[in-house]
């Protein structure tokens, strides 16, 4: 294989990591601002000196971020639950509009229905007067039952046992006469139905004509009901029009006090994120741990610092020089950061350490593969420009994220060069933030530092054995 087809191979695998690195970040939305503060809580960068007023300020911010949290659940719910009311009071109307005309309808028929029963209580009445009459004509002709068998007994007498063929012809039909009229019973039960029957006409003409008694008195009450209830429902109609507009003046009103908790929710959200970070130590609370912090801008200082000085020493090409170079560059990071930063732990530093050494690698690597593409001088312009251009990007995205959001597009571009995630990495050592962004930052710089050593490792090699195969010739 030759040489430059290693460096270009060597090269293009150096991006691997970076780009791996950035499409972990963006799929998973690691911001770099949680390598100083926790997605529930955002927060500026920390503050290169922090103050028990800061911490007191970030507590309170806390608070009422928590409280103006519950607000906008509580309201949340009001507008949903106004929503729903708004939803069943908007057929409201219709429903009362209905029972209005059902009460109407109502109305009108009791009204006929008491044209009606007066009208049978008029003929109920009449139907009364001549059962009555026809009774006591009934029960008055079993008084003349007696009378009429003792004149026929007194007649029968008087004939006797005379043989006349007309009399005895007519005595015949005298006692017929006598027996049927014997017959008639209309005394004892059939005089208690007759009269009962003659009581029960009355008494229903007397319910469906006469005031004063229950059915009449019934009929009459329902219709006034009725015609109470039409006019009520009626008169309320006009008040169910205006408590439905009550319920939607409810509902907009509900909404905008939601949009106000959901702004206010949002503005010490706000407040948050431009307040800097405290932090402690891993365990305690800000009361009572000791206050950890380190700026980013301090972070992306040392790492452009480390980063340039590795470049440097990959350029040399030489080995023993980048052996030199990454304790050198990595001690000398390690006495800024803790000149700098607050707080500073012995756990902090090792992983500030490893961070710097595999960042100076990379650096170191990276120039070499350039070195070995583009040739010494073409190498050498392509590696100041692309430091500059990461230093200005990288720097432009960082101090933005001090104190606001970045969009995802410009933290993707950041996050395709090694100086992003040497800065994420010492940012969340140097403030014991989320464990995510510094696993990521060694993965990519490590993998960066791994691909850089071993491609220069082969590409060595490789020029040995060219060299042994020319002196061979």
């Known amino acids: ?76 719910e009001l507008k949903d639950g106004v929503a729903e009311m708004r939803s069943g009071a908007e057929a409201l109307p219709q429903q009362f509009a209905e029972a209005v005309t059902g009460a109407q309808q109502l109305h009108q028929g009791l009204i006929e229905l008491q044209a009606g029963v007066g009208q049978l209580g008029t003929g109920a009445n009449d139907i009364a007067d001549g059962v009555g009459n026809a009774v006591d004509q009934v029960i008055g002709f079993g008084a003349l039952q007696g009378q009429l068998l003792g004149t026929l007994d007194a007649t029968l ?109 949002d503005r010490i959200g706000d407040v948050q994120r431009a307040l800097p970070a405290t932090m402690t130590a891993a365990g305690e609370t800000e009361a009572e741990g000791e206050i950890l912090g380190l700026s980013p801008m301090f972070a992306l200082l040392i790492a452009s610092l480390a980063l340039i000085g590795g470049a440097f020493a990959g350029a040399t090409r030489r080995w023993w020089v980048l052996a030199a170079a990454v304790p050198a560059l990595t001690a000398a990071g390690l006495i800024l950061l803790w000149l700098v930063g607050v707080g500073a732990t012995t756990q902090t530093l090792a992983w500030s350490a490893l961070v710097l050494a595999l960042g100076v690698l990379a650096s170191a690597t990276a120039t070499r593969a350039l070195l070995g593409v583009f040739g010494v001088v073409g190498g050498s312009l392509s590696a100041a420009v692309l430091g500059l251009v990461q230093l200005g990007l990288v720097g432009w995205v960082w101090r933005n994220l001090t104190t606001a959001e970045v969009s995802g597009a410009w933290q993707i571009v950041a996050n395709l060069s090694p100086l992003s995630w040497a800065t994420a990495g010492l940012t969340t050592a140097g403030n014991d933030a989320s464990p995510g962004v510094l696993w990521l930052a060694l993965g990519v710089l490590g993998g960066m530092a791994v691909v850089g050593l071993v491609g220069g490792a082969l590409d060595r090699q490789g020029a040995q054995k060219d060299a042994v195969a020319v002196e061979a010739l």
Not at 42 to 55: G, R, S
Not at 249 to 254: F, T
């Open 1 to 76: 294989m030759s040489p430059s087809l290693r460096n270009w191979m060597t090269a293009f695998m150096l991006l691997v990591p970076l780009i791996l690195g950035a499409t972990v970040a963006a799929v998973t939305s690691l911001d770099p601002a949680r390598s100083w503060s926790s997605a529930d809580e955002p927060a500026a960068a920390p503050a290169p000196v922090p103050t028990t007023e800061l911490v007191d300020a970030r507590r309170a911010a806390g608070e009422a971020g928590a409280q103006a949290g519950f607000l906008a659940t509580g309201t949340g």
């Open 157 to 265: 007498e008087e004939i006797g046992d005379t043989e006349d063929p007309v009399l005895v012809e007519a005595r015949a039909r005298l006692l017929e006469l006598r027996g049927q009229v014997e017959m008639i019973r209309l005394d004892g039960p059939l005089a208690d139905q007759l009269q009962a029957l003659k009581d029960g006409s009355r008494d229903l003409a007397n319910q469906l004509g006469v005031p004063g008694y229950a059915f009449h008195d019934g009929v009459y009450s329902a219709t006034r009901g009725a015609q109470d209830l039409s006019y009520g429902l009626t008169q309320a109609q006009g008040g169910v029009d205006e408590a439905v507009a009550g319920v939607e003046k409810l509902d907009e009103g509900a909404q905008r006090i939601d949009d106000m908790a959901t702004r206010t929710q």
